[in-house]
């Protein structure tokens, strides 16, 4: 990290509950790397996305109650990313703060725009034609973004411009917010270290 944004942007968190285990560790000025374990193979797949295209440095490992269904997994770890995200941003001094994104997937077209306010919010317009994605239940990724924001304290609007096939879809979604969040979490030169709010601080 350079100036006044040292020292580095980086989080690691670990949360245990009956029902999950999941540790994440994160750093907001690496180059997309994923190493991403939660026992759901789309999820993965998702995840390393959103590591690859916000160019945040991503380990995620998770183990959850499978045998009963996705939901705790998928959305504990949305509780989890998103409780880094918020450590490795810190006071948020200097970012942008907002990031927008117009994503295209083939025939799917997502746009996420994010404000990194610490006023959690979710706005999820996603339909989908069918119920799984693989395994995976695709109510499942309102879970999983609703716990990001949250725990994050992102407002984070998602809306499906076009698209029916439901991997189209959910990848286009995934990668919109990874857009949205590198153009959100980046330095902004212009700023000198500044909170990026006229009242002076980003709520924590």
């Known amino acids: 990290m350079q100036g ?19 540790r994440v560790a994160l750093d907001l000025d690496g180059t997309g790397r994923a190493e991403v374990a939660t026992g759901i193979g789309f999820l993965d797949h998702m ?6 295209h916000s160019m945040i440095d991503m380990q995620i490992a998770a183990r959850g109650d499978l045998h009963i269904d996705f939901h705790h997994t998928a ?13 490795a941003l810190g006071e948020k001094r200097g970012i942008r703060r907002y990031g927008a994104a117009l994503l295209p997937m083939d025939e799917a077209l997502a746009e996420c725009a994010v404000d990194l306010s610490g006023r959690p919010f979710l706005a999820w317009s996603v339909p989908f034609a069918r ?3 693989g395994e995976m239940d695709t109510e499942l990724f309102e879970e999983f973004f609703r716990a990001l924001a949250f725990n994050a304290g992102i407002t984070l609007h998602m809306t499906l411009k076009a698209g ?13 917010a990874a857009r949205a969040l590198r153009q959100a979490v980046e330095p902004d030169p212009r700023a000198g270290g500044a909170i990026p709010s006229t009242k002076g601080v980003l709520e924590a």
């Open 75 to 87: 959305e504990d770890v949305g509780i989890v990313l998103g409780q880094a995200l918020r450590k």
């Open 131 to 133: 119920d799984k994605v």
């Open 4 to 22: 006044s944004f040292a020292p580095p942007r980086r989080a690691e968190i670990a949360r245990s509950t009956a029902e999950t285990e999941i």
């Open 47 to 52: 995840l390393t996305a959103l590591a690859r």
């Open 164 to 176: 029916t096939n439901a991997h189209h879809v959910a990848e286009a979604c995934f990668k919109a």
